[in-house]
């Protein structure tokens, strides 16, 4: 995983940067989507047998409408 600098998503649609905040336990990337949503991704920084545990969270707004969701994740760095 990396350590220090800047991070982005490439998604189907391009490139993206992400706000990050880091704590001595978990990243938190956080990204803005073009129409004002929130998406959050909380990644552990202390890997199981190599996999690190995450959380994805979706907080959009469509047609005046909250519409959540939220995944749990394992990842590996690569």
């Given at each position: 995983m990396?350590t220090?600098?800047d991070?982005v998503?490439?998604?189907?649609?391009?490139?993206?940067?992400?706000?990050?905040i880091?704590v001595d336990?978990?990243?938190?990337?956080?990204?803005?989507?073009?129409i004002?949503?929130?998406?959050?991704?909380?990644i552990l920084?202390?890997?199981?047998?190599g996999?690190?545990?995450?959380?994805?969270?979706?907080h959009?707004?469509i047609?005046d409408?909250?519409v959540?969701?939220q995944?749990?994740?394992?990842?590996?760095a690569?």
């Open positions: 990396q220090s600098g991070y998503m490439i998604g189907n649609l391009g490139m993206t940067e992400l706000a990050t880091r336990f978990a990243l938190q990337l956080i990204e803005r989507t073009p004002g949503n929130v998406n959050l991704t909380t920084l202390s890997p199981v047998d996999v690190y545990q995450a959380v994805h969270s979706r959009s707004v047609l409408g909250l959540p969701s995944t749990l994740l394992a990842c590996r690569r």
